[in-house]
């Protein structure tokens, strides 16, 4: 069974950094193209970014790139969203997910998905 488990979420100042990780087996992060969701209370859940495992291609949603990164760790058992330069609006429960296809695409949709860690900016 796939588990995935996200950290890191918690309260920072706008124009501050939080990491979130996502912790899962290695067999997992190799199966799947990895990718970070979140959902602003009130909204739908939206897409954030994405990792091809193999070749560490990436993808981001327009309105977070440039201050967010996805990565991969060298142990191979996380994938790190790095996010710089937060605003009020990035407020939202962060998700990991394994996804079924790259670049993501709703129609492919995500196979599994983490239990969401908070992140709160406040203004």
């Known amino acids: 069974q796939v588990q995935l488990v996200e950290s890191g979420g918690g309260l920072v100042q706008a124009g501050g950094s939080l990491r979130l990780s996502c912790a899962a087996s290695k067999q997992t992060f190799r199966a799947y193209p990895m990718g970070w969701f979140r959902q602003a209370p009130g909204k739908e859940r939206e897409f954030v970014a994405a990792l091809t495992w193999s070749s560490g291609i990436t993808d981001y949603a327009d309105s977070i790139k440039g201050r967010f990164a996805i990565s991969r760790g060298s142990a191979e058992n996380f994938v790190y969203l790095q996010m710089n330069n937060l605003r009020p609006e990035d407020t939202a429960v962060y998700y990991c997910?394994?996804?079924?296809?790259?670049?993501?695409?709703?129609?492919?949709?995500?196979?599994?998905w983490g239990k969401g860690t908070l992140v709160t900016v406040s203004s």
């Open positions: 997910a394994a996804l079924n296809t790259f670049p993501y695409d709703s129609r492919g949709g995500v196979a599994y």
